[in-house]
């Protein structure tokens, strides 16, 4: 991230800091907020309804996204948080990424699919450590 120009911007030294973390989002994926999202969507295409839609409305009516639907808002929120899937912090960022499908609601057996086929070929230890994440739930 960079400072863009702004001749009215200003400084402030006595701003104190925040961060905001997974526990913090938790109330914005709420059952309602994801059945809203994705009714939005279902009345936006219209018409015929796929089986992929009809999967959609299933997965929206229980209150949690398919691994599918949010694995690229979740690789989104890590990346903006600064976790990379990068030598070095490959348990760092499958740690994290299991822990915000925790807050989706994503079962594990899908999350461990979807992670091995994504991170396997590169972090040997994904299966254990998405595991490990949803036994030492909060």
Known sequence: AG???DPDAYFRWDAEP???GPKDLNPLYTKKALQAKYSARR????????????????SSDKG???IEEAASHIKELLDLWGYRFEPEHHN????????????????QEEVLT???REFGTSYEDT??????RYKHLN
Do not use: M, Q
Request: charged residues 25%; proline residues 4%.
């Open 127 to 132: 299966a254990s450590v998405i595991k490990s």
């Open 92 to 107: 760092e960022y499958v740690w994290h990424f299991a822990d915000i499908c925790i807050y989706y609601g994503i079962p």
């Open 3 to 5: 400072l863009a120009y």
């Open 114 to 116: 979807y992670a091995d």
């Open 64 to 66: 949690a996204p398919t």
């Open 18 to 20: 925040f961060a905001l």
């Open 43 to 58: 009345n936006a295409k219209g018409g015929k309804r796929s089986s992929k839609v009809k999967e959609e409305a299933k």
